[in-house]
């Protein structure tokens, strides 16, 4: 059974920095990609950045500002999020296991989520 955990939401004001973590667990084989994803109401789910094999790659609105990371000894995906605005404010989940033909910044191309973290920034 496999299992995506966030953590590290909160509120803050706009400029702040939150770090979120995504715990991975029930993995036989670690996932070769990994991904934050946001979604805020009303919205749809929109991707914001992918991890694999080192390589990041990141939505324009975040670039810049937000960093993916990976601890692969401790199974745990990060996101450092810097310089925050209210346009920020979303539930952020994780999520792991491509699959071919998708894009990884698309919804349809993760097997596995997270429950969510919400991240709230006040102007």
């Known amino acids: 059974q496999v299992q995506l955990v966030e953590s590290g939401g909160g509120s803050v004001q706009a400029g702040g920095s939150l770090r979120l973590s995504c715990a991975a667990s029930?993995?036989?084989?670690?996932?070769?990609?990994m991904a934050w994803f946001r979604q805020a109401p009303g919205k749809e789910r929109e991707g914001v950045a992918v991890?694999?094999?080192?390589?990041?790659y990141y939505a324009a609105s975040v670039k810049g500002r937000f960093t993916i990371s990976q601890d692969n000894a401790k199974n745990t995906l990060y996101l450092q999020m810097n310089s925050l605005n209210p346009e920020d404010t979303a539930m952020y989940y994780c999520a792991a296991d491509a699959r071919v033909g998708f894009p990884l910044f698309d919804v349809p191309a993760y097997k596995t989520w997270g429950q969510g973290t919400q991240v709230s920034v006040s102007s």
């Open positions: 991890i694999s094999r080192g390589s990041t």
């Open positions: 029930g993995y036989t084989v670690s996932p070769t990609y």
